[in-house]
């Protein structure tokens, strides 16, 4: 019964463990995405069809698997301005990652904020 | 035939209405205290008023701003601004109002405005060259094909800037190229090329003369340097210690060379990789020091007297902004403005500076002084700040 319990508990404490490991949060997930839209986006365009550095857009992507792209995002392109991003994202995110690219990514629309006047540091409580 | 008198008496009311709303609309005034801050991410800009610290206007329909630049009339009242997208906007800043606008390109990087006024060049990445406008109209002059690097493709261009005697200067990444071109007779631009320059020139400078035209290379450590006096003695190179350095440090974002710091007889760069910034004789080119900063800095720039130096980071550093005194070349003041601080633009005498803080929807407005923030301005993911001091200067 004791060792039953054990395992048990065990199983539990497990998928609870690896349940958690495995999802990326959905704020995490918009965290990738804004990267990806700014950061990125300063070479590749924040459409992603490519600036200094070549497009992102899943039409030019084809060519590479997930493998490839996943490579390229950890380790960067040696003799090219693309810098490894392994400091940045685990190993799951740099796979998500790399999906969303091959599957194309729609970023949320940019609301524009009404004009407003500058105001004055003392009124202002930041 | 007493209907048609009512309804053209009535129209010509009308009409007279509309122009005296319209003229209503735009501001009776100079425009030596205003600017454009583009909006990167809704393809729109805010004029504003540097006296006042407020916005004027709002102009729409600029398309993708994910990079863009921005060049001045010589009469200050128009704005030419590069999109991503290739397209090329002129607004009327004391209206508000778009002028003009061309898709000239596939995807641009920046463009210039000549001595005389009277030309806007584009610098394209697709297809790569560059080309030549009038400003009036935004008509084509010239169409400059770069280095082809394959079947398909020119070498994308960058670093471009305008020089005296109507010459235009720029770098061919791909083709490790400067090229200066004269458009003294528009009907025949007259271009020069120089080979061989250093591998991958990413972005290039004018010094504030107007003399020296400087590229800096990603794909080895220098800078390539062309007197623009002296064409005839060819590139040479410089700051052999400047660039990644043997272990090739990743960098986050390209450095910008456009708006370096000029303090007296020393010039401020932004190291490429390496957490520094780099302080050069500008007469020798030779490296004086380096002063240890906290992130891989984007833009260095001086205040307009020289006695600040104002320098930003690339990510994941890009929330803090260091101010380092040129005479000590000690760092005399860290602010953390905030994720995403993306650019800086001094007022025209500098006693504010201008600061874009992406991620959170505003512009801050800093006492150069006091170093403190002074004012903040809604603005919807500001990227650039361009004041229109920048009218009458070479380069800018």
Redesign the interface.
């Known amino acids: 019964m004791m060792k039953n319990l054990f395992t048990i508990v065990f199983i539990l404490i497990a998928s609870t463990n690896s349940a958690f490991c495995d999802a990326i949060s959905e704020t995490r997930k918009q965290e990738i995405l804004?990267?990806l839209k700014?950061?990125c986006?300063?070479?590749h365009?924040?459409?992603l069809?490519?600036?200094?550095g070549p497009s992102l857009l899943p039409k030019d992507l084809k060519r590479m698997s997930e493998k490839q792209i996943v490579l390229t995002i950890t380790l960067?392109r040696?003799?090219t301005?693309m810098?490894?991003w392994e400091p940045?994202f685990n190993n799951e995110e740099t796979h998500w990652l790399a999906q969303q690219l091959l599957n194309g990514v729609t970023f949320s629309k940019?609301?524009?904020?009404?004009?407003?006047?500058?105001?004055?540091?003392e009124n202002?409580h930041? | 035939m007493k209907n048609l008198l009512l309804f053209i008496l009535l129209f010509s009311t009308l009409s007279v209405t509309c122009a005296a709303t319209n003229n209503g609309s735009c501001e009776v005034r100079g425009t030596g205290d205003l600017g454009l801050i583009i909006?990167?991410?809704?393809g729109?800009a805010?004029i504003v008023n540097t006296s006042?610290?407020?916005?004027l206007f709002?102009v729409k329909g600029l398309g993708?701003l994910?990079?863009a630049s921005v060049v001045y009339s010589r009469d200050a009242r128009y704005a030419y601004v590069f999109g991503?997208d290739g397209g090329l906007s002129k607004i009327d800043i004391l209206c508000g109002k778009l002028v003009k606008r061309i898709l000239q390109g596939g995807?641009s990087?920046g463009g210039a405005i000549s001595q005389d006024g009277q030309l806007i060049a584009v610098s394209n990445?697709?297809p790569g060259g560059v080309k030549i406008f009038s400003a009036k109209d935004l008509n084509l002059i010239a169409d400059i094909p770069s280095s082809k690097i394959n079947d398909k493709k020119n070498s994308?261009t960058?670093g471009l800037v305008d020089a005296p005697g109507q010459r235009f200067v720029f770098s061919l990444?791909d083709s490790g190229e400067i090229w200066m071109v004269n458009m003294q007779d528009t009907s025949k631009p007259v271009i020069r090329r120089f080979k061989k320059i250093g591998t991958?020139p990413?972005d290039g400078l004018i010094t504030p003369d107007g003399r020296t035209y400087i590229a800096g290379l990603?794909?080895e450590d220098g800078m390539a340097l062309l007197d623009l006096w002296h064409p005839e003695k060819g590139i040479k190179r410089i700051m052999d210690a400047y660039g990644r350095g043997e272990k090739?440090l990743?960098?986050?974002?390209?450095p910008h060379l456009e708006g370096w710091a000029v303090a007296g007889d020393r010039a401020f760069l932004p190291a490429v990789g390496h957490h520094e910034v780099l302080v050069v004789d500008n007469k020798s080119w030779k490296q004086q020091a380096h002063i240890k900063v906290y992130g891989q800095p984007v833009f260095a720039i001086a205040r307009p007297d020289g006695r600040q130096i104002w320098v930003n980071f690339a990510?994941?550093h890009n929330d803090t902004i260091q101010v380092i005194d040129a005479e000590s070349l000690k760092i005399i003041k860290t602010l953390k403005p905030g994720k995403?601080t993306l650019h800086m633009e001094f007022t025209p005498r500098g006693e504010a500076v201008w600061i874009s803080v992406?991620?959170k929807?505003e512009v801050q407005?800093y006492d150069t002084e006091t170093l403190?923030?002074?004012?903040?301005?809604?603005?919807?993911?500001p990227s650039g700040i361009f004041f229109t001091s920048r009218a009458h200067k070479t380069g800018l």
């Open positions: 804004q990267i700014h950061d986006g300063s070479c365009g924040m459409t069809k490519g600036g200094l960067g040696p003799g301005p810098p490894p940045f940019t609301s524009l904020k009404p004009l407003n006047n500058a105001s004055n540091n202002n930041q | 909006e990167r991410a809704t729109s805010q006042t610290n407020k916005s709002r993708d994910s990079h991503r995807n990087i990445y697709e994308k960058v990444y991958q990413y990603f794909g090739k990743p960098v986050y974002k390209m990510f994941p995403g992406r991620d929807d407005i403190q923030l002074k004012a903040t301005l809604a603005v919807t993911k």
